[in-house]
């Protein structure tokens, strides 16, 4: 049980253009998910966290008009990155909340060129 | 605020060695705490958890004590194996209404098994 997925698992764009990654909890509803971002070799970093129905919550430092949330049901987020830049290709990685616990997706490359 | 620190990586065994990878946290109130493991190019894993002190989280074999007192949770296996090689995250959440549970992770530590 607790299966998140992802997708795409990978994508390459042209700068300048818009992405949009979706996140599902398979089997239980998630009131709230969570959007992250890795780079090579760190730590997680928290971009944004997500709650059914309401705005996301963005970190401080994250651009909410570039880095799209929505949360429309209890089993889907997306994350749409709007006019990408070389600078935003990264691993990004989801996760939804049972209970106390996150699960997380198996993460999207997106690397823009 | 809260905080995790895990020891620093890498770490290199060989196969059926033992394992430790230390982890204290800093938080107030008591927060739940959890491994995670990150094979390479995949999310994160849920590999154990514990909700509260002298709470033991295990799975796979590896294993986990929630120690208030010393406000550590280090992973341990007693043998490892060559498909235990990934980053390993020590996280915590807030057992906080309102706090959506976020969790504050560690750096992570890779692990290297070798044949």
Known sequence: ?113 | GNSVTQMEGPVTLSEEAFLTINCTYTATGYPSLFWYVQYPGEGLQLLLKATKADDKGSNKGFEATYRKETTSFHLEKGSVQVSDSAVYFCALSPKVRGSNYKLTFGKGTLLTVNP
């Open chain 1, 1 to 113: 049980g607790a299966v998140v997925s992802q997708h795409p698992s990978w994508v390459i764009c042209k700068s300048g253009t818009s992405v949009k990654i979706e996140c599902r909890s398979l089997d239980f509803q998630a009131t709230t998910m969570f959007w992250y971002r890795q780079f090579p070799k760190q730590s997680l970093m928290l971009m944004a966290t997500s709650n059914e129905g309401s705005k996301a919550t963005y970190e401080q430092g994250v651009e909410k008009d570039k880095f799209l949330i929505n949360h429309a049901s209890l089993t889907l987020s997306t994350l749409t990155v709007t006019s990408a830049h070389p600078e935003d290709s990264s691993f990004y990685i989801c996760s939804a909340r049972s209970v106390d616990t996150q699960y997380f997706g198996p993460g999207t490359r997106l690397t823009v060129l």
